[in-house]
């Protein structure tokens, strides 16, 4: 079924592009307008409502939220696995127009979004607030030094100015990261990350300017690009509708996010309150059975515990079966189970979404959950990334996917952000495992795991070594550590080779590198 509403929808978009145009046009149209709707009964409040009012504004909520779901579908129907649309017929027409070895470099430049996400907005005014704190020498102080309560604390009695700035920043931004269900961000999540910031050694204003001056580049290069192309008027439309494709598909997720913000953060939290039941229990439950609590009738918290742990949603032709507790047992026990093999290769290939190379530990990280073991430079390895994951992917000095292609979230955040980025893997979070020790090759689309017993055997200082020019030998940058180079030149008076360098203990090779001529 879903295969025949692929082929009919891009038959149909095949006969008249500017239908795409149209389905992104209304998809984010009736989005903002839905969660306008919502953010008005939200900032109303909920205490004193009715439980019928209540019920009432959670179906309201429920079905716009269901019309999202409706409209964004077709985005993503469209690239219906094995299938890429707009990304396949860019690619014909540019390897019709380019050099082979061109097309994957120039489809970064086209797919490129000159609308600003959601997550590249909220960066945008976190760096802007960050710099505000930065700028005020006794206030950075107290951030750097101080845990963020004594912070919060600080700001409401003495800095009123910039707590009311962060105020509103929260109240723009709370939901960004919210995904499916949350937690919101408050005032002190986001003064995490403000102290996070002004940790750096680059000034806030420094790299918003540099990301600002990137951005503006790569828009100029994409309009450079497509007209100096000889295309022909449905060509050209194709070619600009690429960065506003990879830009809607996310942008509706982030519209369902924010709606779900305003129905779990605001109707469920007042229904959780009334009726004294864990507000995480609510939130996989029928909506009848959401009415009875409120009504005060018997409610079996049981079966509320039992679909919150496992459940099953199949859509029949009439309605939805929800299968749970005993029944979703007998039901998982006639599925074939997919057997999964785990790999020992050192190689993983994927796909280019944002070009460059990173190296670091792996920390595989799927859910908000797992965000506390993400340290800076980390490289982040997740099955497919989600806006609840945002800001450790900031931080990360390489993102590597199981699922996705070149329009998928962390290909989207990726170059954004300017990380170095590959995608659709296929097994790198069954590769791989926290700690591993990995270099991001993503100009070519590989990550290599780095031989551990390597890495304790670099050159220290004081110790002998075997030297040799090894010419002719292709070195991939960044291979190995700067600091081998410093042993060197420290051991041998700073002299210079013209050509690789190639260090040996105890007759085993242990770094190759570009010696600087």
């Known amino acids: 079924k879903w295969a025949n509403m692929h082929r009919q929808l891009a038959e149909k978009i095949d006969k008249e ?99 600003e996400t959601f997550a590249f907005k909220q960066e945008r005014e976190h760096l802007t607030l960050a710099q505000i704190f930065y700028n005020n020498s006794t206030l950075k102080e107290l951030t750097l030094k101080e845990n963020v309560e004594s912070i919060f604390n600080a700001l409401c009695k003495n800095f009123k100015e910039e707590f009311k700035l962060l105020e509103e920043h929260t109240k723009n931004n709370c939901w960004v990261y919210y995904s499916f269900i949350g937690p919101a961000y408050d005032e002190k999540k986001f003064l995490e990350l403000i102290k996070q910031e002004l940790a750096e050694k680059q000034p806030p204003q420094e790299k918003l300017d540099s990301l600002l001056t990137d951005r503006k580049n790569r828009i100029l290069s994409k309009q450079k690009f497509i007209e100096n192309l000889n295309l022909n008027r449905q060509e050209k439309k194709i070619l600009q509708l690429g960065g506003t494709f990879v830009w ?33 229990l609510l939130l996989s439950c029928p909506f009848e059975d959401l009415e009875k609590a409120l009504n005060h009738k018997r409610v079996d918290l049981q079966k509320f515990k039992n679909i919150f742990s496992h459940h099953l949603l199949i859509l029949g032709k009439k309605e939805p079966k929800l299968y749970f507790g005993k029944k979703l047992e007998k039901v998982t026990s006639l599925v074939e189970k997919e057997k999964v093999q785990i790999s020992t290769v050192n190689i993983i290939k994927g796909s280019t979404a944002m070009k460059g190379f990173g190296k670091g530990q792996v920390k595989i990280i799927n859910k908000p959950e797992d965000m506390d073991k993400m340290n800076k430079g980390d490289i982040l390895v997740s099955v497919a990334t989600t806006p609840s994951i945002v800001p450790v992917m900031k931080i990360a000095a390489a993102i ?82 700067d600091v081998c180079c410093e042993v060197v030149a420290a051991k041998f008076g700073g002299l210079r080779w013209p050509s690789t360098l190639c260090l040996f203990k105890e007759k085993r090779m242990l770094w190759l590198n570009e010696w600087p001529a």
């Open 17 to 115: 592009i500017d239908l795409l145009i149209k389905i992104i046009k209304d998809t984010n149209s009736y989005a903002e307008d839905a969660n306008r709707k919502a953010r008005k009964i939200f900032e109303k409040g909920f205490g004193n409502k009715t439980n019928s009012q209540l019920i009432k504004n959670l179906y309201l909520m429920a079905g716009w939220q269901e019309k999202i779901y409706a409209y964004g579908v077709l985005l993503p129907l469209l690239d219906l696995d094995p299938h890429a649309f707009l990304e396949d017929k860019i690619k014909a027409i540019l390897k019709e127009k380019l050099q082979k070895e061109d097309v994957e470099t120039e489809f970064q430049i086209i797919s490129y979004s000159e609308e």
């Open 248 to 280: 809607a598909k996310p942008t509706r997720k982030d519209y369902q996010s924010q709606l779900y913000y305003y129905m779990i953060d605001g109707v469920i939290a007042e229904i959780s309150k009334r009726t004294n039941i864990e507000r995480k």
């Open 400 to 481: 590597v996917t199981d699922e996705g292609g070149l329009t998928c979230h962390a290909a989207i955040v990726s170059r954004e952000m300017g990380i170095p980025c590959v995608v659709g893997t296929k097994n790198a979070t069954h590769v791989l495992k926290d700690g591993d020790m990995v270099e991001v090759d993503a100009e070519k689309g590989i990550v290599r795991k780095i031989d551990s017993v390597m890495q304790e055997q670099w050159p220290l200082q004081g110790e002998i070594f075997h030297w040799g020019p090894i010419p002719g030998r292709f070195i991939w940058p960044g291979e190995f550590m």
